[in-house]
T-cell receptor, first 115, second 113 residues
Framework: DVKVTQSSRYLVKRTGEKVFLECVQD?????MFWYRQDPGLGLRLIYF?????MKEKGDIPEGYSVSREKKERFSLILESASTNQTSMYLC????WGTGSTDTQYFGPGTRLTVL | GESVGLHLPTLSVQEGDNSIINCAYSNSASDYFIWYKQESGKGPQFIIDIRSNMDKRQGQRVTVLLNKTVKHLSLQIAATQPGDSAVYFCAENISNTGNQFYFGTGTSLTVIP
């Protein structure tokens, strides 16, 4: 079974803090994704990565950055957290590389609250 | 982004009945679809997928139907159980856009014992 883990289930941070969300997958997947999920809006793609040290902006990258130093780990960084970044953050991974399509498997999510 | 929507935001069914959850998509170039189940406080869980060269696919107690003519997708759950209570949403992938998906907002299914 594919396993995607996220470092925290719940986080509470203050405005202006730097926040790191970590995601690890154990199935040697090439693709990794970060989404945020808000009521009534569904999942929105923040950033994704097709390979180590490679990243691409999704639909809502503003205020976020990412890091992929190892194939199994994809980090989402909030350089200076703001209250409008309070959300559920979901990490996902999938098997194939660019141009292919495969199922995305999700982690359990991190519920971030910014005060 | 693409518009992927659901006809009904909430659905209540009696335990043992069949459930049907619908999804509309707008891009005729979409060629791969996934249904996810998300329980409260958890991440989305893959249920079943279907590619555009098929119109029906069956899993354990679940069936997905794809009607490309009207750009409509449905998830049928047979003999619905209390453990099926969750939010269900569909995701579509548009051909040649790589591994990016567009997600619907979800339908909340409540199973009444």
């Amino acid at each position: 079974d594919v396993k995607v883990t996220q470092s925290s289930r719940y986080l509470v941070k203050r405005t202006g803090e730097k926040v790191f969300l970590e995601c690890v997958q154990d199935m040697d997947h090439e693709n990794m994704f970060w989404y945020r999920q808000d009521p009534g809006l569904g999942l929105r793609l923040i950033y994704f990565s097709y390979d180590v040290k490679m990243k691409e902006k999704g639909d809502i990258p503003e205020g976020y950055s990412v890091s992929r130093e190892k194939k199994e780990r994809f980090s989402l960084i909030l350089e200076s957290a703001s209250t409008n970044q309070t959300s559920m953050y979901l990490c996902a991974s999938s098997l194939w590389g660019t141009g292919s399509t495969d199922t995305q498997y999700f982690g359990p999510g991190t519920r971030l609250t910014v005060l | 982004g693409e518009s992927v929507g659901l006809h009904l935001p909430t659905l209540s069914v009696q335990e043992g009945d069949n459930s049907i959850i619908n999804c509309a998509y707008s891009n005729s170039a979409s060629d791969y679809f996934i249904w996810y189940k998300q329980e409260s406080g958890k991440g989305p869980q893959f249920i079943i997928d279907i590619r555009s060269n098929m119109d029906k696919r069956q899993g354990q107690r679940v069936t997905v139907l794809l009607n490309k003519t009207v750009k409509h997708l449905s998830l049928q759950i047979a003999a619905t159980q209390p453990g099926d209570s969750a939010v269900y949403f569909c995701a579509e992938n548009i051909s040649n856009t790589g591994n990016q998906f567009y997600f619907g907002t979800g339908t909340s299914l409540t199973v009444i014992p």
